[in-house]
């Protein structure tokens, strides 16, 4: 198993999110951890789509003219 480095670091949560995550056995580090995940997996994809928007829309605008290079092979 590949384990990662972790090091401890100081959070100010909530009290009662607290006590109710620890009261259902939740474990806070995991939970902080997949939420980072989720939020840096976003933020990636807002970035990337910020950065490509011009290309996208040459490319969306070129489609819109001429249509989609595999149209003469559908067959609906």
């Known amino acids: ?3 990662t480095a972790k090091r401890p670091i100081n ?6 999110l607290v006590e ?3 009261a ?3 474990n806070l580090s995991a939970i902080t951890e ?4 989720v939020r840096i997996a976003q933020e990636n994809a807002r970035r990337w789509l910020e ?3 011009t290309a996208i829309a040459a490319q969306n ?5 001429h249509g989609l290079f595999s149209d003469e092979f559908r067959g609906w």
């Open 24 to 26: 259902h056995g939740l």
């Open 20 to 22: 109710a995550a620890r």
């Open 51 to 53: 950065e490509n928007a």
């Open 1 to 3: 198993m590949n384990r």
């Open 34 to 37: 997949d939420a980072l995940r």
């Open 61 to 65: 605008a070129w489609t819109a003219e």
């Open 11 to 16: 959070l100010s949560l909530d009290a009662s």
